[in-house]
């Protein structure tokens, strides 16, 4: 069983930046698809990025290409998130997810993700 555990949310003006994390309490979550989906207010939740286990394949939600960048650092079991130029739209609560399976694919789809985060919130005023 893998937890996972945000942090790096906050309140922000539009166009500011911020930087999620996300650390797994297993090992096995160096070997495995790790993603990021967030759910606004009223909203379903919905695929931001994506990573394959050590970042070569990875895939972004067409509003985050651009200004959002996912990573990973598989030595210290944490996953991260760099927002710019975020914009009240993106308002949401984001949270990390992890797959026991994934070491070719970023997984788009929410349903291939076992585990999951408490989520952080994100929000932006303009």
């Known amino acids: 069983q893998v937890q996972l555990v945000e942090s790096g949310g906050g309140s922000v003006q539009a166009g500011e930046s911020l930087m999620l994390s996300c650390t797994a309490s297993?090992?096995?979550?160096?070997?495995?698809?790790a993603a990021w989906f967030r759910q606004g207010p009223g909203k379903e939740r919905e695929f931001v990025a994506a990573?394959?286990?050590?970042?070569?394949?990875?895939n972004y939600a067409r509003f985050g290409s651009g200004r959002f960048t996912i990573s990973r650092d598989n030595r210290k079991k944490t996953m991260f998130l760099e927002m710019n130029s975020l914009q009240p739209e993106d308002t949401a609560v984001y949270y990390c997810?992890?797959?026991?399976?994934?070491?070719?694919?970023?997984?788009?789809?929410?349903?291939?993700?076992?585990?999951w985060g408490q989520g952080t919130q994100v929000t932006v005023s303009s």
């Open positions: 297993e090992k096995t979550f160096r070997n495995n698809a």
């Open positions: 997810a992890a797959s026991d399976f994934g070491n070719l694919e970023a997984f788009q789809d929410q349903f291939e993700y076992e585990y």
């Open positions: 990573t394959n286990f050590n970042g070569d394949v990875i």
